[in-house]
């Protein structure tokens, strides 16, 4: 099993560096790292008074680990989860921030474990997490899996400036997608042309 340091070593990896797309509502980001987290957490890099897009730049890859360890795991307590569920919860923590949990939570209440969707795990909802574990073992983290694909399709399809990170301009599997189905066993991943007809009514 992976421990939580190589876990946030590989987010990190797939975030990449520096990039401050327009259409992404985070802003300014360095390996995964937003701007908004920056500021939150009061990390003024260049110690000019403010945090702005020059001290998203300086931000470090160990340091942006080290953020990721701290704030998206411990922080969150995705540590109590299941060892096998804790690296694609983490990674969509990171990506999407306390919505990673609300999806857990709402994926509870169809394993007939309803809970608060609050996008925080307290004991409530990691004792369920555990009790639907102990049934469903692995099929918990496919299912985790195919909920975080659906609420990618689900901010696509609302928002045609988000759909290329859905979608490449190939007609592919976007860099979202593939996240999420870098958690999932193969035969739950989605074919080609699974992909294009989920797809094939955004423009």
Same mark, same amino acid.
């Given at each position: @099993?992976?421990?939580v340091? &190589?876990?946030a070593?590989?987010?990190? =990896?797939?975030?990449? =560096?520096?990039? +401050?797309?327009?259409?992404?509502?985070?802003?300014?980001t +360095?390996?995964g790292v $937003?701007?908004? $987290?920056?500021?939150?957490l009061?990390i003024d890099?260049?110690r000019?008074?403010?945090?702005?897009?020059r001290?998203?730049?300086?931000?470090t890859r160990?340091r942006? #680990?080290g953020i990721f360890?701290?704030?998206y795991?411990l922080?969150?307590?995705?540590?109590?989860? *299941?060892?096998?569920?804790?690296p694609?919860?983490?990674? @969509?923590y990171? +990506?999407? =921030?306390?919505n990673a #949990?609300?999806i857990?939570?709402?994926?509870?209440g169809?394993f007939?474990?309803?809970? $608060?969707?609050?996008?925080?795990l =307290? *004991?409530?909802?990691i004792?369920?997490?555990?009790?639907?574990?102990?049934?469903?073992?692995?099929?918990?983290?496919d299912?985790?899996?195919i909920a975080?694909r +659906?609420?990618?399709?689900?901010?696509?399809d609302?928002? *045609?400036?988000?759909?290329k990170y859905?979608? $490449?301009?190939?007609?592919?599997?976007?860099?979202w997608i593939?996240?999420?189905?870098?958690? @999932?066993?193969?035969q739950y991943?989605?074919?080609g042309? &699974?992909?294009?007809?989920?797809?094939?009514?955004?423009?």
């Open positions: @099993m992976q421990t340091q &190589q876990i070593e590989a987010i990190v =990896g797939r975030e990449g =560096g520096y990039v +401050n797309d327009p259409d992404d509502p985070g802003g300014a +360095n390996f $937003t701007i908004h $987290t920056m500021r939150r009061g890099l260049d000019d008074g403010d945090v702005d897009a001290d998203v730049r300086l931000l160990d942006a #680990v360890v701290e704030h795991f922080w969150p307590r995705l540590d109590e989860l *299941p060892e096998v569920l804790q694609s919860v983490f990674d @969509m990171v +990506n999407a =921030g306390a #949990v609300k857990l939570q709402r994926l509870l169809e007939q474990e309803p809970v $608060t969707v609050d996008g925080a =307290g *004991p409530q909802s004792a369920a997490v555990k009790r639907v574990f102990a049934k469903a073992g692995r099929y918990l983290v299912a985790y899996g975080r +659906n609420y990618y399709f689900r901010i696509a609302r928002r *045609p400036a988000s759909r859905a979608r $490449t301009r190939a007609g592919g599997k976007g860099g593939r996240r999420a189905e870098e958690f @999932m066993q193969p991943r989605l074919s042309a &699974q992909f294009r007809a989920r797809v094939s009514k955004w423009s």
